[in-house]
């Protein structure tokens, strides 16, 4: 079964401190894996996603994800955090061989960033 | 930007009620989809939409749920009997194409059932 784990409820980091925010995954296959960004009251918002090549992706907002094969992982980073930065972060997967398009998700990590 | 658009942004039912969730997606997109998260719970996929069709659809989606493109810019979720279970925050997202392509999502609307 496909299944996507974020470890932390919550991630506290200091304005300017690298931030991690982490994801592992099991799915058949190679996988297809993106992260999501909400911010209150607004959808979620695609920041990133990994498909193949290169295992270090960068997205939208200066963030980038490292995708680790033999650890089934795909952590979220951030060289430098802004209190903007403050949202509920999702990780996301979805099979090689899933037509349907259905992502799964993690249960979301909330990241607060403090000035 | 464009951006997928649900309304209403909160809907509050009575228990046994049919209640339609609408959306726009973006105007050029072919594949739609519903989520729905129950507080405190993962984002968890309903259903997946194309060419009229539903692509596939999780063991969530039972008879109660429907979806319909009533015209070329509307998708609707239906809920024909309302559970209190059914209570959660639904998203509307649509996609260019298929797998890979990035779907991007809606506001979501809260669903209260009473």
């Known amino acids: 079964a496909q299944s996507v784990a974020q470890p932390e409820d919550q991630v506290n980091v200091a304005e300017g401190n690298p931030l991690t925010v982490k994801c592992t995954y099991s799915?058949?296959?190679?996988?297809?894996l993106f992260w999501y960004v909400q911010y209150p009251n607004r959808g979620l918002q695609f920041l990133l996603k990994?498909?193949?090549?290169?295992?270090l992706v960068k997205g939208s907002y200066g963030f980038e994800a490292e995708f680790n094969k033999s650890q089934t992982s795909f952590h979220l980073k951030k060289p430098s955090a802004l209190v903007s930065d403050s949202a509920l972060y999702f990780c996301a997967v979805r099979g090689l061989y899933n037509q349907g398009g259905k992502l799964i998700f993690g249960q979301g990590t909330e990241l607060s960033v403090k000035p | 930007e464009p951006e997928v658009t649900q309304t209403p942004s909160h809907q509050v039912t009575q228990m046994g009620q049919e209640v339609i969730l609408r959306c726009v997606p973006i105007s050029n997109h072919l594949y739609f989809y519903w989520y729905r998260q129950i507080l405190g719970q993962k984002v968890e996929f309903l259903v997946s939409?194309?060419?009229?069709?539903?692509?596939?659809k999780s063991e969530i989606f039972d008879d109660q749920f429907s979806v319909e493109r009533p015209d070329g810019s509307n998708f609707t979720l239906k809920i024909r009997s309302t559970k209190l279970e059914d209570s959660a925050m639904y998203f509307c997202a649509s996609s260019a194409g298929p797998g890979v392509n990035i779907q991007y999502f809606g506001a979501g609307t809260r669903l209260s059932v009473l």
């Open positions: 939409f194309y060419n009229n069709e539903i692509s596939e």
């Open positions: 799915v058949s296959g190679n996988p297809y």
């Open positions: 990994y498909i193949t090549g290169d295992n």
